[in-house]
């Protein structure tokens, strides 16, 4: 059983193309994220949602759009699609801000976008 | 602005040899700080987490330690194996669930 899915696993697509990923937990946790690794490898936040409400809104252009239909799901959806977007996205999620402590991050396998 | 920055940028060492990655950041003021693991095209596997008032944690093979007023952590390695072989990222909770990372550490382990 997969705890936090994604698809697609790869995504290669053309400039200007609108495109989305959806991303799954089984976790019941209220709280996902997404993050961008960039081709340095460089892991950056650019969104979270606890139970369908944004918390983090990173600087991300606003072409870049999350859609949390639920609390098991956050999706990605990204329009006009640039090169510099080629990336690797990561979604997570966590049990979500409990007081002080802080509950570790899942991460899914990745979606692989190569924009061309 | 935090930053976070991990040395070295690669390591590789021969199988059974103890080793520490170390981990540095610039802002004290974090809520936990957290060690993962990424296998070359696979997603991340959260090792340990260290919350901020405490100094270390363990598990197996693995010990992390957390000098916040310093900002440093480590990661020591025992008795390293091939299937240890992965990229480290070391990522500090800024608050709000939000994680900072560094660029990792790629650790090769040679049998």
């Known amino acids: 059983d997969t705890a936090v899915s994604q698809t697609p696993k790869y995504l290669v697509t053309q400039m200007g193309n609108d495109k989305s990923i959806k991303c799954e937990q089984n976790?019941?946790?209220?709280?996902m994220y997404w993050y961008k690794q960039d081709s340095k490898k460089f892991l950056k936040i650019m969104f979270s949602?606890?139970?369908?409400?944004?918390?983090i809104n990173e600087t991300v252009p606003n072409r870049f759009s999350p859609k949390s239909p639920d609390k098991a799901h956050l999706n990605l959806h990204i329009n006009s699609l640039e090169l510099g977007d080629s990336a690797v996205y990561f979604c997570?999620?966590?049990?979500?801000?409990?007081?002080?402590?802080?509950?570790?991050?899942?991460f899914g396998p990745g979606t692989r976008l190569l924009v061309l | 602005k935090q930053e976070v920055t991990q040395i070295p940028a690669a390591l590789s060492v021969p199988e059974g040899e103890n080793l520490v990655l170390n981990c540095s950041f610039t802002?004290?003021?974090?809520?936990?700080l957290q060690w993962f693991r990424q296998d070359p095209g696979k997603g991340l596997t959260s090792l340990l987490l260290?919350?901020?008032?405490?100094r270390e944690q363990t598990s197996g093979r693995l010990n992390a330690s957390l000098d916040k007023s310093s900002g440093r952590s480590t990661l020591y390695i025992a008795a390293s194996q091939p299937g240890d072989s992965a990229t480290y990222l070391c990522?500090?909770?800024?608050?709000?669930?939000?994680?900072?990372f560094g660029q990792g550490t790629r650790l090769t382990i040679n049998p």
């Open positions: 802002d004290s003021a974090i809520y936990n």
């Open positions: 949602y606890n139970n369908k409400e944004l918390i």
């Open positions: 260290i919350q901020s008032s405490q």
């Open positions: 976790l019941g946790h209220d709280t």
């Open positions: 997570a999620s966590s049990h979500g801000t409990r007081g002080p402590l802080e509950e570790t991050q899942y």
């Open positions: 990522a500090v909770n800024q608050g709000a669930q939000k994680l900072v």
